[in-house]
């Protein structure tokens, strides 16, 4: 069984910055590709950014490219979200979840294991 727990979280002032963190329990950590959601209240679970495996690519969704970055160090079974240039609208609960396969997918039904998620919350 796969734990993921997301840290990190918290409110922030328009235009900041914060750094989610999200730490995988397991030894096949390196085997998957690894991916970030946000939701909304009354909003759908969208797809934030995911990363492949070993880290070498990086995918996001338009709404946040350029500002956020995924990374992961595999050594601390662990893949991270900063996230800067912080606008209201990203205020949402922000998910980490394990893809069922070693290439990033976008898709909700792509991951199989998800964390509990953290709160973000940004103010005009």
């Known amino acids: 069984q796969v734990q993921l727990v997301e840290s990190g979280g918290g409110l922030v002032q328009a235009g900041g910055s914060l750094r989610l963190s999200c730490a995988a329990s397991?030894?096949?950590?390196?085997?998957?590709?690894m991916g970030w959601f946000r939701q909304a209240p009354g909003k759908e679970r969208e797809f934030v950014g995911a990363?492949?495996?070993?880290?070498?690519?990086?995918y996001y969704a338009d709404s946040v490219k350029g500002r956020f970055t995924i990374s992961r160090d595999n050594a601390k079974n662990t893949v991270y979200l900063q996230m800067n240039s912080l606008k209201p609208e990203d205020t949402a609960v922000y998910y980490c979840?394990?893809?069922?396969?070693?290439?990033?997918?976008?898709?909700?039904?792509?991951?199989?294991?998800w964390g509990q998620g953290t709160q973000v919350t940004v103010s005009s």
């Open positions: 397991g030894r096949t950590f390196s085997n998957y590709a």
């Open positions: 979840a394990r893809d069922r396969d070693r290439w990033p997918g976008s898709a909700v039904d792509d991951y199989d294991y």
């Open positions: 990363i492949s495996r070993i880290g070498g690519n990086t």
